[in-house]
């Protein structure tokens, strides 16, 4: 299965748009090469719930854009450490993994700090500069780890030690050494060793695998004094004894992180300040880690643009990702792409239609619920075949899906259409923003809304607080014009409302202007046929109307 491919339809999307990208998500997987996701940015609309809910399929996945965010590039989960864990195991694991760095995390899987290479570095030039004994937290656990040692005797007392010395000395001086805070390291001098346990020592480490004598082990015994075999030599295990330390003592516990919805691009500073970016949740439990190395390789979401490919129309941060295939009924704008793409584009009625032909061509059998929502996507956007974008092929592909689904076609369109016209009580804002797009035309830009009803008195009723609700979104969307279709389905007539250059609109389009702000036709117009076309006449118009 390939990386995540989010198949999305355009802003504000309409019941063509979000079938489409479920149809074709569902066909990218059952043919195998993509993990498909379909993706949504923008509420559905009502009659877009009513269709899912009556196939019973589930609505696409909500995005905000498809920027590359934290989650996107972390490991997961991330191996971490204890913060008890002794250096030599951390040092390990970080050298078997090859890893830069790793989370230091409490019993709980909280972060507590960050251990990398470096550190250990420092730690030995430290070392070099200490003299007298050496003071070196240690507990029993983690040295008897460390040395792959035995423990021969374990004492009741204490079992973590902060002094450590090599008794290599004369009895006499090695009585000025010994407390009851210290561990010495010897090889097979039981002189030394009795000597020390009677005068209280805490533990000792008897270096070179070499045995210990009876009457040695009964003092101990005796005296609570923990005894342990090490299999090094002296030197040697003086220098595991170092990496017994619990790695809290040299970890950092200042420590960058990031959340796993934060953007990369807020995050990459980071890490030139860090090798490793710990990913925390809301807790600060470590759910991941960003490597330097995992962000070398610029990542970029992956897309498929169906029921539209004009950036103003897609989703936020398509300039950083990866155009993957197109599949759309509309004009073809300002999309580019840095590599060959699949474009499938065609001029039907629906991008269900399209979809539902490349489900042919690839003899894949359509679900029966997709079959019902891919259904309610051509008529929708055919407006049950009465629109003029509607073809042949929109008709025979809806009776096939019909009969796929169980569905009476003409039903479902009723059905679809009542939950699509419903305008009484919904706001204007509402119902202008339902079924919106906008243009960029160079330095204008232009919104056309749309509302179909069957209810075309109810819309009528409503003119004055569109109008102004249109007035008030120009301006805070900086619109040369502000246009919305009114498609009065059962009368088979459309309303055209236009706030800003009223007069070069009605000239553009050949119809006299009503009431200031009001243009008639006969018949069902298309936006994508009859108005988006008549755009760039209309904008030549109002920039001839300013240099004037
Ligand atoms: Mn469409």
Known sequence: ?????????????????????IAYSHLLNQMGSENAVAARQGELRRETEYLLKRFNVPEPLYIRDVKVRVDDVMSSPSPTVNREDSLYDVGRLLQERS???????????????????????????????????????????????????????????????????????????????????????????SDAQKRAIELGISAIVVSGGLGVEQDVLELARQKDVT???????????????????????????EVLTA??????????????????????????????????????????????????NERSQSVEGLEEAEIVSIIDHHRIYDVRTDAPIYVRCEPLGSSNTIVYK??????????????????????????IFKSPTSTQEDRRAAE????????????????????????????????????FKEFALGSLRFGVATVETVNASAVSAMRADLLAEMSRLREERQYASFLLMVLDIAHEQTEVLVDGHEREVAEALGRKLEDGHRLEFPGILSRKK???????????AILAGQRA
Not at 107 to 132: C, V
Request: proline letters at 6%.
């Open 400 to 435: 096939v899906l019909a009969e796929r689904a169980g569905v009476d076609l003409y039903e479902l369109g009723a059905s679809i259409l009542a939950a699509a016209s419903d305008v009484a009580g919904k706001p204007p804002k509402q119902l202008l923003l339902g079924d």
């Open 227 to 253: 005894l342990i075999s090490s299999r090094h030599h002296t030197f040697k295990t003086v220098q595991m004894l170092n990496l017994s330390i619990p790695v809290r003592h040299i970890m950092k516990s």
């Open 259 to 308: 959340e796993e919805d934060e953007l990369l691009e807020d995050v990459r500073p980071l890490l030139a300040r860090q090798p490793m970016v710990p990913v925390i949740d809301p807790d600060r439990k470590v759910i991941g880690v960003i490597y330097r190395s995992g962000i070398l390789r610029p990542a970029r979401q992956r897309v498929a643009l169906v029921d539209h």
């Open 99 to 189: 890893l830069p760095a790793l989370p230091v995390v409490d019993d709980d899987g909280r972060l507590r700090g960050m251990i990398q290479m470096e550190d250990f570095a420092t730690l030995f030039m430290d070392r070099l500069g200490l003299s007298g004994s050496e003071e070196i937290p240690l507990n029993l656990e983690n040295v008897v780890r460390a040395l792959g040692g035995r423990v021969l005797v374990e004492g009741k007392g204490r079992k973590q030690w902060e002094k450590v010395f090599v008794g290599a000395m004369s009895l006499e001086s090695l009585e000025r050494r010994v407390d009851a805070d210290s561990l010495m390291v010897i090889g097979d001098r």
């Open 1 to 21: 299965m390939g990386r995540r491919l989010y198949v999305v339809g355009h802003k504000f999307p309409d019941t063509d748009a979000i079938s489409a990208c």
């Open 358 to 383: 490349l489900y042919r061509e690839n003899m894949i059998q359509i679900p029966r619920p997709i079959a019902g929502i891919m259904l309610g996507g051509i008529l929708t956007d055919t407006l």
């Open 530 to 540: 009859q108005i988006i076309p008549l755009l760039p006449t209309i904008r030549d």
